[in-house]
């Protein structure tokens, strides 16, 4: 296992790799691992000859600057989980180096970016867009993958590989989470004891929801249902709890497609999301 923090080091590396004929798979990530990042690494190894992991803390995705400076950088620990997993390159470079002197491009990426994360978060998914355009060309991947907790996200990066004729296969992995329920997350280490007793809630009624609209309630008292059910359980806000169609994110009034339901809420100070097929 490597550790490259420039591009021309690491372009380097993958000319050799693709002139031999290898399959390079990517990991773009922030850092701060979790055992639902590890599985992403699991899976470009069963799918790859050479794995890239990346960690970079794009800045251009936070809207908030204090979420910024609070986002754990952990690469020593980053390095010591990925070490038993075979992955060839971390690829863990500057904000230099992402963002030099004079860099002055955005990728905007209409649709599937608007509402739900992307309402309350203008310019985020034009950051995600960019960094990982930019992480896509830098790699030289054949191939990416994705955790779909982060769906909405997932589908922008879909969206952004086949306008842009970028040729990387984009999977989306299972969602991973702890045994009560809870998605795994970077943000979660930020709950106090008590708010990682009440996190769990938003699954349950995301899950209850499901079910209820798959037997029949009407969508709107479904989620009515699971909204009040959040916030009795203790959460401050739901920022959303939506019904999207699976291809596309369409806002959905009835379930007529494969769906995600998908959710955003606050404790504790934290911003959870979560989402779930139906």
Request: charged share 20%; aromatic share 6%; hydrophobic share 45%.
């Amino acid at each position: 296992m490597k550790l490259v923090h420039t591009l021309d080091e690491l372009r380097e590396i993958t000319d050799a790799w693709h002139n031999a004929g290898e399959v390079i798979g990517v990991t773009p990530t922030m850092g701060a691992l979790h055992e639902g990042h590890l599985s992403l690494v699991r899976a470009a190894k069963a799918g790859s000859d050479r794995v890239i992991t990346t960690i970079f803390v794009n800045p251009t995705q936070f809207n908030n600057a204090d979420d910024l400076d609070k986002y754990p950088r952990t690469l020593d620990s980053d390095m010591a989980q990925l070490a038993p997993f075979g992955v060839d390159v971390i690829y863990a470079p500057g904000v230099d180096q992402m963002y030099p002197d004079g860099f002055s491009t955005t990728i905007s990426i209409s649709g599937v970016s608007e509402g739900l994360c992307g309402a309350k978060r203008p310019g985020h998914f034009d950051g995600v867009a960019t960094i990982v355009a930019k992480l896509f060309l830098q790699t030289s991947a054949d191939r990416a993958f994705f955790g779909e907790k982060d769906f909405q996200q997932l589908q922008v990066v879909k969206r952004l590989a086949a306008d842009l004729n970028i040729p990387v296969e984009i999977t989306g992995c299972p969602t991973v989470r702890e045994a009560d329920g809870l998605a795994l997350s970077s943000r979660n280490v930020r709950l106090t004891e008590n708010g990682r007793k009440i996190a769990p809630a938003l699954y349950a009624a995301m899950q209850a929801a499901g079910v209820a609209i798959k037997q029949g309630t009407p969508v709107h008292e479904a989620l009515s249902e699971a909204e009040r059910d959040i916030l009795a359980a203790g959460f401050a806000e739901v920022e959303y709890l939506e019904l999207r169609a699976e291809n596309g994110l369409a806002p959905l009034g009835t379930h007529s497609e494969p769906a995600r339901l998908l959710a955003a809420a606050w404790l504790d100070g934290v911003r959870l999301i979560d989402n779930i097929a139906v």
